[in-house]
């Protein structure tokens, strides 16, 4: 056994993401970049001032940011630099397997098509299996604050790139949004072979992570850190070990939590609840899933077994075949037994 700090042990850590938002990889620098190249004009005169703009008092005050700032997207170019530059980071946080939700109607809505922003991301994800190692999927999210029918619409414009999405998420402002409204384009979903995970419990109750599981069918749960509230779903989500796509900094900026100290993800973690740590919008929330990972640890002292543990879940979670499953957590059980 080696000794590593803590820091380097999750530096080092195999782990997968599943839960991070493309458009919320869009760091400051490149959102100028891309202004300048498709002439788009900005709010802001410097990356330092629309830096400082990242006060949020909750989600919708930073969905309004985030939305403003996909505005710069136009060309399947820039869907490629977007996405390339973010796994070539996952890439160097030793994350080995992740899962990318995309918005594809906070593009559709601005007359960009269905297919460049297909084809930007699909370049990207293929060039890093290819050349870095990585395997990713893409998972398209409907945004719940548009009706039930344009996510229909959008699950059809989606019908021709199938094989490159392996499933629908749901996001956007949660709370007045259910899960239940998205019960028929859900089924739609499923029945044309995708999987299906939700945003639920983020700032929503926790009866909408009920509704997510009872009437979306969903694999996951994204957040779902309301569930602790309903004793009864949590005794539910631990026996069925519904795994939860934790996000740690996300939920301290935009006030989930007034503090990294208050949250609830040690909570969940005894509970023995199927926990995975995440990012979500790490340009946006000061951290990818190494800072993430790292800011719990420091917040309450998590060992490295539970580090190793956090992880293990993350594999088991994935949307991946059980013989790269087993490759990964094969590979994470001789990291832990050479750095535990
Ligand atoms: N879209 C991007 N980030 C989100 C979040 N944290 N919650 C809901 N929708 C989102
Ligand atoms: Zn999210």
Redesign the pocket.
Known sequence: MIALDIKTFIQGLPKAELHV?VE?TLEPEMMFALAARNRIPLDFDSVEALRQAYEFTN?QSF?DI?YAGARVLRKAKDFDDLAWAYLEKAHAQNVRHVEIFF?PQTHTTRGISFGTVMTGLCRALARARETLGLSAHLIMCFLRHLSPGDALQTLLQAQPYRKHITAVGL??S?AGYPPKLFTDVFARAREGGFLTVA?AG?EGPPDYIRQALALLKVARTDHGVRCLEDEALVRDLRRKQVPLTV?PL?NVK?KVFESLARHNVKALIDSDLCVTINS??PAYFGGYINENFLAICKAFGLTHQDLQRLSQNAFRAAFIGKDLRQHYLNELDRYARRYI
Do not use: R, T
């Open positions: 938002h919320g989600l969905l985030y918005d996001d956007s949660e945003h983020e996000c996300s935009l979500d919008d």
